[in-house]
């Protein structure tokens, strides 16, 4: 029998929620191939890959079986296909389908927003509550949390493999890091800790050291085209790779504020305010040698950080490439190109720097 | 045929012009603040203290008819910026970066004391932080809490029923950020917010919205157009952006009584008009000639666009007792209205069948990304009640990627073989 789960658009909504109301988590991811029903409703170059996959299944019947499809408003697309799933059962355009719910976290800085966010966080554990049937204690979401943040100490300890010194690919550490979403807490935390521990009896690996930035990916395609070229991948700015996990939640008597301010200040997606967005990214700037910036068609966001990124890539010497291909396809010759060069730009100034 | 403008259309034209010239003067020779604004931020808030507000869009369809969007768009092109991005929204950005790419119509936006928005599309947070960091201006943001209830016929419950449109929560974060920005324009304006006033002033938007209200009816009704598309934008416009003062209402007033006298007098704007058109989306800045180019060919004529047609439906609030509250409950839902599932497409097939109206014409935006949003439903929408649709691609203010004779010869085609 298949386990009570919940579908999410985007990891910005609170685990620790899901797993005390007895469900698990299921995210939309990208991917290729055809997706005809979506593309009759959903218009193109406005929504990516995920959420044009979440409505194939959405209409095809495929989510039939899950509990709740929650949808964060971590983006304005994410939010319009909210209003999109909701159309299609409305007009019985999506017959078997489960009820679909507007997870409302806001993330702008007004004084506001965190009373806006807390009671929001508490209606979604009302509905899924309501849902399994299943009402956590506040004692219960403690442990909840207490379990998360056991395994996002062991994330943390894979993602100290990747940088300063890497002795773990992109391509190969980012599905491990990305199950933090999807996996019960205590089995990721197991299965990370073993694989951390064989990681860490390896040599280090050569290469460039690249940030992935811009918009985030939820693959690693893009992380193999990078490191085919002799670079490795250490670190993304995004929710699936090293900023899945993040900081610990904090645990004390409201839980619920805890999460709530947790998943809008860590929560990162194209609502995350540029501030902290650049912050963040700047913040990993010391310990990289180049900069892959992946702006795919869909993009409306991220493009207008890239000025200014790239105005800091100059003036620090570090070499970066835009990339405006789906991180779900193969990079074009002309990518490939750019990212050769890149490499062996960086190769270059890795090889002064030592000597 | 109305070949000449209405006086009102000339009236609004030289309103905003000396308008803007007042608002550089006083900015400039006087020291006093004034704001920029996204076009769906309450403008009445900061009229009630004294700080004229410039809208975003607006400054972006002057730009766009001056025909200076190219040489801006251009010059953020060369920046980095990718051409997906939102050039809509970002096109007074780039005018103010990019000073030298191009002639700023009017000499051009002075230094605003503040910049406000609403966070709907994505990029508007990006866009307004550069912009105010480019003026070393101050950035107020309004977050826009997504809509969970969705309440069919909207244009039926906003007018007394506000309260039951938005859900108690979203109103009342909105309200909650409404009273921050109040408190910003005390302390900027030095002037003390007076909330009798705002109840006044939004009794005499509603005044100003009935006036456009009747105007609609006066169209829709009418055996042929009386007033072209274009006309009808410029003069709700101008009013818009101040509206509620006493200039707005009697211009709204003049501009009813004049639309009055042409239908009493049976002139037409396209006499032995054949086809009654709607526009759907934002207007084609840069080419506004596109919406006059089908009289002479197909006596086809554009009756219809959301800027008459919103003004009545979207703004009118009655029960005043809580104005801030009734003022948040017009901001909170304004684009979903306008775009999406199921507001945008029951309201315009609403509005399309009152209109008589014989084809649709839908932008398809290239660069608004979740602002393109919804077109499918609309275009699925008019063509189950019968209306044919047309699909323009294009961008509102980039005249660059626009096959203008292209466009035409697809609407001719249109109107000769599914409208005629």
Known sequence: MQEPHIVVSWPSVPVEIVRATGFRTVLARGALGPTPGADAHLEPGIFPSRLRRLVEDALTGRLALAARIVVPRTSEADYKCFLYLREFVRKDVATALAPIVLFDLLQSHGPDVPAYDVARVRALLDDLSSASGRIPSADDLRRELTRANTARAAARRLVALRCPVPRVAGAEVLPLLAAFWEMDPDRYAEMVSDAATRIAARPPLAGPRVLLTGAPVDGHTLHESIESHGAVVVDEVGPWGSGAAGEDVRIDDDPVAALADKYRADSIGARTPVGALRRLTQSRLDEVDAVVVSLPPDDAVFGWDYPALRDVLNARRIPHVCLRCDPYERPTSADHAALDAMVSAASQLQEARHG | ?420
């Open chain 2, 1 to 420: 045929m109305a070949d000449s403008q209405l006086e009102a259309t000339v009236a609004a034209s030289a309103f905003q012009k000396q308008w803007f010239a007042d608002l550089r003067r006083r900015v400039f020779d006087d020291r006093q603040p004034y704001a920029l604004l996204q076009a769906d931020v309450p403008f009445e808030l900061f009229d009630l203290v004294d700080i004229p507000a410039v809208s975003n869009q607006w400054w972006a369809a002057i730009v766009a008819a001056k025909r200076q969007a190219p040489k801006f768009l251009d010059a953020m092109d060369a920046d980095g910026l990718h051409g997906d991005l939102c050039r809509y929204c970002s096109l007074g950005y780039a005018s103010t970066r990019y000073p030298d790419a191009g002639d700023s119509p009017w000499g051009g936006l002075p230094t605003p004391r503040l910049l406000c928005a609403r966070l709907t599309c994505d990029c508007i947070h990006r866009v307004f932080s550069l912009w105010a960091a480019t003026f070393g201006a101050e950035l107020f943001e309004i977050d826009h809490p997504g809509a969970g209830d969705l309440p069919p016929r909207w244009w039926e419950l906003g007018r007394h029923n506000w309260r039951e449109l938005v859900e108690p929560h979203r109103l009342a974060f909105v309200v909650a950020t409404l009273e921050r920005l109040v408190e910003r324009l005390e302390a900027i304006s030095g002037r003390a917010f007076d909330r009798r006033a705002l109840r006044q002033r939004l009794e005499l938007v509603n005044q100003q919205e009935e006036v456009f209200d009747a105007v609609r009816r006066l169209i829709a009704a009418a055996p042929e157009c009386p007033v072209r598309m274009t006309e009808q934008i410029t003069n709700v416009m101008a009013t818009q952006w101040v509206r509620g003062s006493e200039w707005a209402l009697a211009h709204a007033r003049a501009f009813h009584d004049e639309v009055k006298r042409r239908v009493d007098d049976g002139v037409a704007a396209c006499p032995g008009e054949r086809a009654r058109l709607m526009w759907i989306g934002a207007g084609l800045w840069h080419d506004t000639a596109f919406y006059t180019a089908f009289e002479a060919s197909h006596r086809a004529v554009f009756v219809w666009s959301m800027y008459l047609a919103f003004g009545p439906d979207g703004y009118i609030r009655y029960g005043l007792e809580d104005p801030m509250a009734a003022l948040a409950s017009r901001t909170a839902s304004f684009n979903e209205y306008l775009h999406n599932p199921p507001w945008a497409a029951a309201w315009i097939v609403h509005q399309a069948r009152e209109h008589r109206i014989d084809g649709a014409l839908v932008l398809r935006p290239r660069s608004m990304k979740p602002g393109a949003t919804g077109r499918l439903f609309i275009e699925r929408a008019l063509e189950d009640a019968g209306i044919p649709v047309l699909p323009i691609d294009a961008d509102v203010v980039d005249a660059r990627g626009w096959d203008a004779d292209g466009a035409r010869a697809s609407v001719r085609a249109f109107l000769d073989t599914r409208v005629f």
